[in-house]
């Protein structure tokens, strides 16, 4: 049994949950981690959480727990 994910204009077709992760997450400009779950877009930039954004010269960034 497959799903579809229509994201950004595009639909991708998948037949397990890991797949579409691997193929759909961002990727942390900073630590190169994967980001599945919470992550953190400054201007455009996907990051994996505060400390990564900071580390890349981003202000105001707060995590939230």
């Known amino acids: ?11 991708h077709v ?20 994967q980001i599945i779950g919470q992550g953190v877009e400054v201007e455009g930039q996907w990051f994996c959480g505060g400390h990564c954004a900071r580390a890349e010269g981003k202000a105001g960034i707060i995590d939230h727990v």
Do not use: K, L, T
């Not at 049994?1 to 639909?11: D, K, L, P, T």
């Not at 998948?14 to 981690?33: G, N, W």
């Open 1 to 11: 049994m497959s799903f579809e994910v229509h994201a950004q204009g595009a639909v």
């Open 14 to 33: 998948f037949d397990c949950f890991s797949c579409a992760i691997h193929r759909m997450a961002p990727i942390c400009e900073h630590c190169r981690v």
